[in-house]
């Protein structure tokens, strides 16, 4: 049974780095994508961005100039950092594994229990 | 970037009802499309991939339909299990957008 175990820093000031890591356990760390997704307080789910075991990355463009995915894939550890927080940061932070089967359709089937991170002064 | 528009935001129905939620997306993104389930307080969970294919595990009261660029949700017989949250997301391109969600609740 895959599990995903997320830690960080919950409570930051304006300005700082948001810095969250989650790690694999019970499962293979090749052939996935490791993603990050965030939830604001009563509302929906946002994509930030993704990662592969090898580096590569996909950034939702909306937080691109801020944001660094990495990997230590000998740990079977992905890190997100969010430089430059606001209020508008305030979230649950979800990492979880993307797959793509046969058929090139790709999903999210495993997921942290979330990270709540909140920015205030 | 592609946008999903979910509709309705809230339905309120009762056990037994069949209840259908609705995903539009702005492009045509083939049948990459998820859903997933969100209780309080809980990480999401997928039911369905590929618009049509269900998870193993996930009751087969849940069903995925796709026609064009719309999308379909469907629970036959809701339980009181299914109150919750259901979301859309496309993976078709980046970014991976959702759709704003659906809350379900008991009438």
């Known amino acids: 049974q895959v599990q995903l175990q997320q830690w960080g820093a919950g409570l930051l000031k304006p300005s700082e780095t948001l810095s969250l890591s989650c790690a694999v356990y019970?499962?293979?760390?090749?052939?996935?994508?490791w993603s990050w997704i965030r939830q604001p307080p009563g509302e929906g789910l946002e994509w930030i961005g993704e990662i592969t075991e090898s580096g590569v990355t996909n950034y939702n463009p909306s937080h691109k100039s801020r944001l660094t995915i990495s990997v230590d894939a000998s740990k079977s550890q992905f890190s997100l950092k969010l430089s430059s927080v606001t209020a508008a940061d305030t979230a649950v932070y979800y990492c979880a594994r993307g797959y793509y089967d046969r058929s090139g359709y790709y999903y999210m089937d495993v997921w942290g229990n979330g990270t709540t991170v909140i920015v205030s002064s | 970037d592609i946008q999903l528009t979910q509709s309705p935001s809230f339905l309120s129905a009762s056990v037994g009802d069949r209840v259908t939620i609705t995903c539009r997306a702005s492009?045509?993104?083939?049948?990459?499309l998820a859903w997933y389930q969100q209780k309080p307080g809980k990480a999401p969970e997928l039911l369905i991939y590929g618009a049509t294919t269900l998870i193993s595990g996930v009751p087969s009261r849940f069903s995925g339909s796709r026609s064009g660029t719309e999308f379909t949700l469907t629970i036959s017989s809701l339980q009181p299990e299914d109150f919750a949250t259901y979301y859309c997301?496309?993976?078709?391109?980046?970014?991976?957008?959702f759709g704003q969600g659906t809350r379900v609740e008991i009438k």
């Open positions: 492009q045509v993104i083939s049948s990459y």
């Open positions: 997301q496309h993976l078709n391109s980046y970014p991976r957008t």
């Open positions: 019970g499962g293979s760390f090749s052939g996935y994508y």
